[in-house]
């Protein structure tokens, strides 16, 4: 009978949620807006199934769960049937092996190291024989068991079923052979099974299969064959008339036909995942007008013909998540009336308009790639992701963290370094070479506050309905221009910090080379600096076919991670700048710095007179918190971006505290360590002190003298 409740089950539930969601309409809401259940009050869209308890009665997230139909009630099923915990029952078998339990006429064997099909009662109802190491099946095998109507052989090392291993089981409905090594299943296989409704074979070896293996399987129901081998489906409904559930999901699949599926009238689920499909012909799935469910993610689909899904007057769930499509047609889901669920995440939507969804009158639930697109379905109850971790539906930085931060850390930026060049122009100093050097430095990280204060001053200016303009700001010059603002900072700081540390490096361990650059040379390398972190910055801004939209991938507008399906030119040119350039450049830094400190250690010990080098020994003191405020700044991204070359997928929460806190730090600290800290400046700052308040008294006599003249 399950198989009978199942449908029944999922058939109610649904009603059950169509009629809640009519009851929404009775209330008119403005689009986008959603009533609070039988309240005359109204919330918007984001507030909807986002967690937190809007509507005085709870509305708002009631009936946020998405039924993904029956796939995930039978997958539920696969996992308990073999751990319900049934209650103490006498056993009515008089043969079962003592490794194994019996309760009334179920026998369980599960880890019970069998390496053949155990002898039991012949009266045996269900038969349990999971994570054995069984590896054939022979001819006969369950011939004795009539009654049998459930046979468990899953997880074991089965590689070879004889033809007529299940022969006699006219009484058998479900049978689990998923997890083995199974390569071939032979035409006739499953002659005998004329009331079978259940068939899992998922997880196995299985290269190809034929019509005949089908033969005698009349009352199928469910047909499970994932993660095989599977090259090509024949024409499996021409032997199982009544089929009405086939997945094959993790297969080899390339191309599907309408021939594959002739006589599959009353199939209502079909799942394709995770195969290598990447063409679907108009008509293919003419033959099913019962279908409920279609899933076609994890797939090779690029385009999708707009009357492909023309035949499917009953359909509810479509999944066409993570294919790489980059454009679908406007009138795509015309005819998807009655759909209810819609998955297009992993899909960059580049054409997005707001008739793609426009017929789609009963959808309640759809799923995008970036939350920014939930503005084009806004007559859609629950659509996610309902953020993307740096920005939400109000805000550009979704955490009020950030969104205070961002203006205390680009004040400390800015004001440090520009306090830093208004004292080193003020005050004079032997080394004006090296002054230039870091009042350059300065100009370049006081470039990273500016871009944190243009991303403060952005978020307030779309503060509480960020993503009516997200998609906007993100393609917009604007966005570019500060990413770009932003990228010249890091890198030009990069290549300073790199000049500077070899600079020192030299003086320290070679210092009777006498190598003293001189003021052409400083003035020319920093100059090279500053036009090679300019073209760096602008190179993505000049070709969009081979970079796409490089700075606008987020609300920040800066690129620490690859998407799934960004273009090779812009992956390359990502990880060529903070795998190659800033990996070098932070090498560079550590194996300079730790030679000088060998350097200074090893001179010291070997000098009689240590107050020689006083000054370097303290310099060297310091040197551990450069690398480090280095190590802190640099080693998250370095590992942000292999991870995202790994496919690993990156919260968007992770992005936007690197970029308020981690990536400025050196900016912010750099002032500091090179500046403020050092005991010349400090001597230099406190005669400019002494010296401002000798020149105090002078004025007021030398006044006082001239009115006495008067």
């Not at 500077?500 to 390398?525: A, N």
């Not at 700048?577 to 070098?584: A, E």
């Not at 300079?592 to 020689?612: N, P, V, W």
Request: a neutral charge; proline letters at 4%.
């Amino acid at each position: 009978m399950a198989p009978v409740f199942l449908p029944l089950t999922v058939l109610a539930t649904i009603a059950a949620s169509s009629a809640f969601r009519t009851g929404f309409q009775t209330i008119s809401c403005p689009l986008g807006y959603f009533p609070c259940g039988n309240l005359s009050v109204c919330l918007p869209q984001p507030l909807h199934c986002n967690g937190v308890i809007e509507c005085e009665n709870g509305a708002d997230e009631d009936e946020c769960a998405d039924l993904h139909g029956w796939p995930n009630l039978v997958d539920w099923y696969f996992n308990q049937v073999t751990r319900i915990n049934n209650e103490p029952e006498d056993c009515w078998l008089n043969v079962y092996p003592k490794r194994c339990t019996c309760a009334g006429f179920i026998v369980t064997c599960e880890d019970a190291g069998l390496i053949t099909v155990p002898s039991v009662s012949a009266n045996v109802i269900k038969l349990k024989l999971m994570h054995n190491n069984i590896t054939t099946l022979i001819d006969d095998q369950f011939i004795r068991y009539r009654q049998l109507d459930l046979l468990v052989l899953q997880n074991n090392s089965i590689h070879s079923i004889s033809t007529r291993a299940f022969a006699g089981l006219f009484r058998l409905k479900k049978l689990f052979l998923s997890n083995n090594k199974i390569s071939v299943l032979k035409p006739g296989v499953f002659r005998d099974l004329h009331r079978l409704e259940w068939l899992i074979v998922d997880n196995n070896l299985i290269g190809s299969i034929t019509p005949k293996t089908f033969v005698g399987l009349k009352s199928l129901f469910f047909l499970y064959m994932m993660n095989n081998s599977l090259g090509n489906i024949p024409n499996i409904c021409s032997v199982l008339p009544e089929l009405n559930w086939l997945d094959v999901e993790g297969n080899s699949l390339e191309t599907i036909e309408k021939k594959n599926f002739q006589a599959c009238s009353k199939i209502t689920v079909l799942v394709l995942r995770n195969n290598k499909i990447r063409y679907i012909k108009e008509d293919t799935f003419s033959t099913m007008p019962l279908m409920v469910e279609l899933d076609l993610s994890l797939n090779q689909l690029q385009e999708l013909s707009p009357s492909v899904f023309k035949d499917f007057e009953h359909l509810q769930q479509l999944n066409l998540s993570h294919n790489p499509m980059n454009y679908i047609h406007m009138d795509q889901f015309d005819h998807l009336v009655t759909l209810k669920s819609l998955d297009l995440e992993g899909i960059n939507i580049f054409n997005i308009q707001n008739r793609m969804f426009k017929n789609l009158g009963n959808l309640s639930h759809i799923y995008f790639n970036k939350f920014e697109y939930c503005r084009y379905s806004p007559h859609v109850r629950s659509c996610k992701p309902n953020t993307d971790g740096i920005s939400s539906f109000e805000n550009l930085l979704a955490n009020i963290i950030l969104r205070v931060f961002v203006w205390v850390v680009a004040f400390i930026i800015c004001f440090g370094n520009l306090f830093v060049i208004c004292m080193r122009s003020c005050i004079t100093t032997e080394n004006r070479l090296h002054t230039l050097s870091i009042k350059s430095l300065c100009c370049a990280d006081c470039l990273m506050g500016v871009y944190l204060f243009f991303i403060g001053a952005f978020d307030m200016k779309y503060l509480g309905e960020y993503n009516k303009n997200a998609q906007q700001w993100m393609d917009s010059m604007k966005c570019q221009l500060i990413g770009a603002l932003a990228m010249l900072s890091t890198e030009v700081s990069v290549m300073l910090l790199t000049y500077m540390t070899l600079e020192k490096y030299m003086c320290i361990v070679f210092p009777f080379t006498h190598y003293r650059p001189g003021k052409r040379q400083t003035l020319s390398t920093l100059v090279s600096i500053w036009i090679a972190g300019f073209i760096i910055a602008v190179i993505p801004l000049w070709n969009h076919a081979i970079f796409g939209n490089y700075y606008g991938k987020n609300g920040v507008c800066f690129p620490l991670y690859s998407e799934q399906f960004e273009s090779l030119g812009a992956r390359g040119y990502s990880t060529g700048i903070f795998l190659g350039l800033n990996l070098l450049a932070f090498i560079i830094i550590v194996f300079s710095y730790t030679s000088m400190f060998y350097s200074i250690h090893k001179t010291g010990a070997q000098s009689a007179e240590r107050s020689l080098f006083s000054r370097e020994v303290a310099i060297a003191k310091r040197f551990f918190f450069i690398v480090f405020t280095d190590a802190l700044c640099w080693i998250p991204i370095f590992l942000m971006k292999l991870l995202s070359l790994l496919e690993v997928e990156i919260p968007g929460t992770v992005t936007s505290w690197v970029v308020i806190f981690i990536l400025p730090i050196n900016s912010a600290l750099n002032p500091i360590l090179y500046t403020i800290t050092t005991a010349s400046f400090q001597e230099k700052l406190k005669q400019c002190l002494w010296n401002q308040e000798l020149l105090g008294p002078k004025k007021s006599l030398t006044s006082t003298t001239q009115m006495s003249s008067v």
